[in-house]
Nanobody, 123 residues
Framework: QLQLVESGGGLVQPGGSLRLSCAAS????????IGWFRQAPGKEREGVSC????????NYADSVKGRFTISRDNAKNTVYLQMNSLKPEDTAVYYC????????????????WGQGTQVTVSS
């Protein structure tokens, strides 16, 4: 069974940090670009960051540039999203997805999705 599983979410105070993980089972992440997306209540899903298959190319939404860092460890079949200087507006369910290209738009590109992990930034 092909699966992506996110972990690492939780409750953190503004200014804090979290590291999300996206682990694959049943397939090898080497062949896929990975995107991170988030969806807050009442809002559309938005692209946060993505990384190419080799890891040589990354992209970030303007709202997270300089605060979030995406990386991948193909040997561990895992992609990470390091989130620093978190703000209340970062509160959302975060999803990872696997597809052929590193894109911040999800329609028409990503074939596999995880179930999401909740990130809440609040004092």
């Amino acid at each position: 069974q092909l699966q992506l599983v996110e972990s690492g979410g939780g409750l953190v105070q503004p200014g804090g940090s979290l590291r999300l993980s996206c682990a694959a089972s049943g397939f090898t992440l080497d062949y896929y670009a990975i995107g991170w997306f988030r969806q807050a209540p009442g809002k559309e899903r938005e692209g946060v960051s993505c990384i190419s298959r080799s890891g040589g190319s990354t992209n970030y939404a303007d709202s997270v540039k300089g605060r979030f860092t995406i990386s991948r460890d193909n040997a561990k079949n895992t992609v990470y999203l390091q989130m620093n200087s978190l703000k209340p507006e970062d509160t959302a369910v975060y999803y990872c997805a696997a597809g052929p290209l590193c894109r911040l738009v999800f329609r028409g590109n990503y074939d596999y999705w995880g179930q999401g992990t909740q990130v809440t930034v609040s004092s």
